[in-house]
């Protein structure tokens, strides 16, 4: 899953758009995921001209397409057998990316299945190095008065790292901040009703 901007984000975040097919004799991983997709339409007068849809898959899998997929995220074999698509390079994802990835996929999927809205994906392309950003993130809420925002790094060292930074930020509006390897977790408004179920996802 992932998220879609329009530009589009796919997932958790989003909703996309797109048609695609196969141009590699590659086949996407039937596991695989899509993680993030972009779209742009142009158009004259209220009339669409062009659209072009690009997607990530959660193993580095690119495609690129031209027709709309109405609001539903594609699946891999989807993009890879619709005609209008075409593959792009691979993004090169280190194992750490990859585990940053699974673990981000696993917490939403946990937290979606017990009925709590869970909107996010990894960043992908990958951060550049030096980057202060969380390398994936979920949001999660039923309301404003649950929101949360769950950090995943590549290593703990990075999340360490930063976790000083998320805390001065959370000083400032009485949030608070809790740090698990890995992963980090932004309590808005604590204490909050989701608490239980995001510990237990998150932090699995």
């Not at 530009?7 to 993030?36: F, I, K, L, N, P």
């Not at 690119?62 to 989807?78: D, I, L």
């Not at 390079?89 to 979606?112: F, N, Q, V």
């Amino acid at each position: 899953m992932g998220y879609l901007r329009v530009v589009v984000v796919v997932g958790a975040m989003a909703v996309v758009v797109g048609g695609c097919g196969s141009g590699s004799v590659r086949t996407a991983a039937a596991d695989a995921q899509v993680e993030s997709g972009s779209c742009q339409v142009s158009g004259v007068g209220g009339h669409t001209t062009s659209q072009s849809c690009s997607f990530v898959l959660s193993d580095g899998q690119q495609f690129r397409c031209r027709q709309a997929f109405e609001g539903q995220t594609p699946t891999a074999r989807v993009l890879e057998h619709t005609k209008g698509c075409v593959r792009l390079p691979s993004l090169k994802l280190s194992p750490a990316e990859r585990g940053m990835i699974a673990a981000l996929d696993k917490a939403r999927g946990c937290l979606t299945a017990k009925g709590i809205r869970a909107l996010g994906a990894p960043v992908l392309p990958p951060n550049p190095p030096g980057s202060d950003s969380a390398d994936g993130e979920i949001v999660v809420g039923r309301s404003a008065a649950d929101v949360v925002f769950i950090a995943f790094y590549t290593n703990t060292a990075r999340a360490q790292q930063l976790e000083a930074s998320l805390m001065r930020n959370a000083h400032r509006f009485k949030g608070q901040v809790e740090r698990h390897g890995a992963v980090t977790v932004l309590w808005v408004h604590p204490p909050s009703g989701v608490r239980a179920a995001v510990r237990a996802c998150a932090f699995a």
